[in-house]
């Protein structure tokens, strides 16, 4: 029997008790461990053929840069709000898990990040990301100066809100939001996203996914910090170095080929062929 683990916040009641509930079907099936996803000192020692992630596209997140190490497929149960990762909903439990678990599946790679934080020539800071790497300003402070480098060749300095380096996987997350480019999660590739620009002629960039991006903050104002993924922050002073270059390990996602990447963009931002007009 293949070794599962059911992965979630358990102190929210609505996963609880879908796990509680699903616990005795995933048992039949299976070698089964139930972990809280704020259970650091677990998931450094756990080991496993599948996780179920059960949550929204955060707790999944959160999961691959708490498990990038481990390399264990992972597969997204939706019971968050947008669920861009997410690969099943509940109703889908039963019938996904009899095919999982006879192989009936293929692994989707999915690049991701290194971001380092560089200060007096010292790493003071690095983490892993699925999604992006944004360095931005607070609510207080005025409008920063970034400069960006690729391989070490200056590309611009932007007067902006903040500066999104972004994943395939993330160019449907806050890059997409502020005017970035859909990129397919196959492709090897970085997304340069200005926020607020202030000069219009500044617009985002696709870069390769072996290239090397560097960001420093040269404006003075005070309240400027790197967000990884929406999760993890750390302040970032006058003249730090944000370096971002693609991870040596790759997040690995069960799909269950229920659905093409296509399917999921049509249905989460509501594409069709036409506007609905109202014949009446």
């Not at 509930?21 to 020692?45: A, C, G, Q």
């Not at 809100?161 to 449907?172: E, K, N, Q, R």
């Not at 502020?178 to 997304?191: K, N, R, Y």
């Amino acid at each position: 029997m293949k070794k599962i683990i059911l992965l979630g916040d358990i102190s929210k009641k609505k996963i609880r008790e879908a796990i509680t509930e699903l616990e005795p079907l995933f048992r039949k099936k299976s070698h089964l461990s139930v972990i809280d996803i704020s259970d650091e000192d677990e998931l450094k020692n756990v080991s496993a053929d599948f996780v179920f992630v059960f949550g929204g596209d955060g707790t999944i997140l959160s999961a691959s840069r708490k498990l990038n190490d481990k390399q264990i497929p992972l597969i997204g149960v939706h019971m968050g709000k947008f669920g861009f990762l997410a690969e099943l909903t509940l109703q889908d439990i039963n019938d996904s898990l009899e095919s999982i678990c006879s192989g009936k599946y293929v692994v989707s790679q999915r690049m991701l990040l290194k971001c380092k934080v560089i200060r007096s020539k010292q790493v003071i800071n690095e983490t892993v990301g699925l999604n992006d790497a944004v360095i931005s300003r607070t609510s207080l402070s005025r409008l920063i100066s970034i400069k960006l480098y690729v391989n070490e060749k200056r590309v611009a300095t932007y007067s902006c809100d903040g500066l999104i380096v972004s994943t395939p996987a993330g160019t449907t997350a806050h890059s997409l939001s502020a005017g970035g480019p859909i990129v397919t999660p196959e492709m090897e590739a970085f997304a340069i996203t200005p926020i607020c620009p202030h000069t219009l002629s500044n617009r985002p960039l696709v870069v390769s996914g072996s290239s090397k991006i560097e960001m420093e903050q040269i404006s003075e104002s005070k309240g400027v910090g790197l967000t990884v993924d929406g999760q993890v922050y750390f302040d970032v002073k006058t003249g730090d170095r944000i370096v971002i270059e693609r991870a040596e390990k790759k997040l690995q996602l069960i799909d269950t080929q229920t659905r093409t990447f296509y399917d999921v963009l049509r249905e989460k931002l509501n594409w069709r062929g036409q506007p609905a007009y109202d014949v009446n």
